[in-house]
């Protein structure tokens, strides 16, 4: 491709070095924005990144074959394009240089605090069950249809994000759903891109370490609606939210020609859930639009996932598709990696997996386990006798525990990230001490930071005496099963699907799912021990 065909559109305001006489003829064999990756004949942007600067690699992709470099700082090669934004501009190439993709695909992106993963997973149900070929690009994976790969970012770079919307076209993919985090949005990863429909989930605190104000966080989501959306799109909007009636606002303010679906609890919404039945077997209730009212059948869980297919069908009856296809969809979809995943072996006990990592996910969470409690009727259970705040030593198994006759309880175990904002943390503690009957506080992803201070943090914002706390992530989950009873609710929080913990730079092996499933099966191979004893 030539270099003039790769800028096309883009935004170059001062020349090359010796002017622009044949410039554009020069054949580009690749684009790459990472040095390690520059081959003969390639094109390299540079970016400046979070912990490394591209402008600084400039000689060392010259060495490699680069035949032409773009970057915003000044440089004294031959052939260098001095841009105002390298990353705007890198998302221009991109488009260019894999044939601008989204054109030809219906591509949807689904942006907000929490839900986009189990969203996307609802949409590629219902789509699959319309007889669509589907890509998705989020949190857990990479999909091209039935193949999976791995997902390095929630929402890629944007060269690889063309790249993939370019995988997904020639295999014959016609949809395309992506969650479309706002880290992407505030770096410009899905610019040039087209996005057919944009769904706005919610929008509660948290990456505040990155955007640093609640309003530059809203302003990043902001873009996929009022910059990214089609003139002939829709905006699918979550009513019940603050920021979702401030985002409908914002359209209407700027006389966009998108059409917006709404929906909620509010009467008031264009889509509404009412005669919600929640319980251990899924979710079952009802969806009213345009006057005529649908019985909805899941296999998910609790009150968010009623959000999360709301926004789904929000998004299927902005593509047309029958109703009697979305609710086949919304019957299909199964339990997702880390979302709600409930771990079930036989015990008497119920054990959930979620990624829950912000306050508002958090109390969502423990929320939807009390109203599980609530709603049960087992009695007569076994019921810890809580120790001392913050005695993790010396609690170590059922011998150590005393029970006596109470309810069946919620046992909370969760940690927050290290190098992520500190605010949260005093915050998610109060979420977890407040609501849940027991709490034990561990590790998430420490990171560069000691998981003590971390520990503190949290701690700080304890509002009950009802928690211990376990630096070691495995050992805490392990004692939180240790100490359930009959018709209890474990809930591991905070690192969902991930099979990783990340500590002084290493991602060492770790899986929640794993340790729980050993944990359970002792403690129900201990029991069965002492009822031969």
């Keep these: ?10 935004e ?109 997973y609802i949409l590629k149900s219902i789509l699959e069950s319309w007889g669509k070929e589907v890509g998705l690009i989020g949190t857990i994976q990479y999909m091209i249809k039935d193949k999976i790969y791995p997902a390095l970012h929630t ?41 057919n429909v944009a769904v706005f989930t919610n929008f509660t605190r948290d990456h505040l370490d990155f955007h640093k104000t609640m309003e530059d966080y809203f302003r ?61 077997q899924g979710l079952r209730f009802k969806i009213s639009f345009c006057g005529r009212s649908y019985d909805v059948s899941s296999q998910l869980i609790g009150l968010p996932n009623v959000y999360n297919i709301m926004s789904a069908v929000g998004v299927s009856i902005s593509l047309g598709i029958p109703w009697q296809i979305i609710l086949e969809g919304l019957a299909e979809t199964g339990n997702i990696a880390g979302r709600f995943e409930k771990v079930e072996f036989g015990q008497e ?7 829950a990592h912000t306050e508002d996910a958090l109390e969502r969470l423990i929320s939807t386990a009390r109203e599980f409690i609530k709603k049960s009727e087992v009695s007569n259970t076994p019921s810890l006798t809580l120790p001392p705040r913050g005695g993790g030593q010396g609690w170590g198994g059922d011998s150590e525990l005393r029970t006596r006759n109470s309810s069946p309880r919620v046992i909370t175990v969760f940690g927050c990230g290290g190098d992520r904002d500190r605010g949260k943390r005093p915050a998610m503690g109060a979420v977890a001490t407040r609501l849940s009957d027991f709490v034990i506080v561990t590790s998430d992803n420490p990171r560069s930071e000691e998981p003590t ?47 990783y913990q990340d500590i002084k730079g290493v991602r060492y092996r770790f899986n929640d799912r794993d340790v729980i499933e050993e944990a359970i099966k002792h403690k129900m191979q201990d029991t069965r021990c002492r009822m031969q004893d």
């Excluded at 020639?170 to 759903?177: D, E, M, W």
């Excluded at 392990?478 to 905070?494: E, F, T, Y």
């Design 1 to 10: 491709m030539k270099l003039r065909e790769l800028l096309q559109g883009c």
């Design 12 to 120: 170059y305001p001062l020349s090359p070095k010796g002017g622009w006489q044949g410039w554009g003829d020069i054949d580009i064999s690749g684009v790459a924005y990472d040095s390690r990756k520059v081959k003969e004949g390639y094109l390299f942007v540079a970016i400046t990144g979070e912990r490394y600067d591209g402008h600084n690699f400039i000689e060392d992709v010259i060495k490699r074959g680069a035949v032409a470099v773009v970057g915003e700082k000044d440089s004294p090669i031959p052939l260098y394009i001095r841009v105002k934004d390298s990353r705007k501009t890198l998302a221009c190439i991109a488009n260019n240089y894999y044939g601008m993709p989204s054109e030809a695909l219906t591509l949807i992106g689904i942006t907000g605090t929490n839900g986009k993963t189990t969203t996307t």
């Design 155 to 195: 929402t890629p770079e944007s060269l690889e994000f063309q790249s993939l919307l370019k995988d997904m076209l020639l295999s014959g993919c016609t949809q395309v759903i992506s969650e479309v985090s706002s880290h992407a949005l505030a770096q410009y990863r899905v610019d040039r891109a087209v996005f």
């Design 220 to 280: 990043a989501k902001e873009r996929l609606f009022i910059e990214l959306l089609d003139k002939s799109g829709t905006a699918i909007i979550n009513l019940d939210d603050s920021y979702g009636k401030r985002l409908i606002s914002s359209l209407i303010a700027r006389n966009l020609s998108q059409d917006i679906l709404t929906y909620g609890f509010e009467t008031k919404a264009d889509i509404v859930a009412s005669d919600i039945d929640n319980s251990f």
């Design 349 to 355: 006990f119920l054990c959930i997996i979620d990624y």
């Design 453 to 499: 201070d971390i520990i503190k943090d949290i701690e700080s914002g304890a509002v009950r005496k009802n928690y211990l706390i376990e630096p070691d992530r495995g050992e805490a989950i392990r004692k939180a099963v240790g100490m359930a009873g009959d018709g209890d609710v474990v809930l591991i929080a905070g690192k969902g699907h991930e099979a």
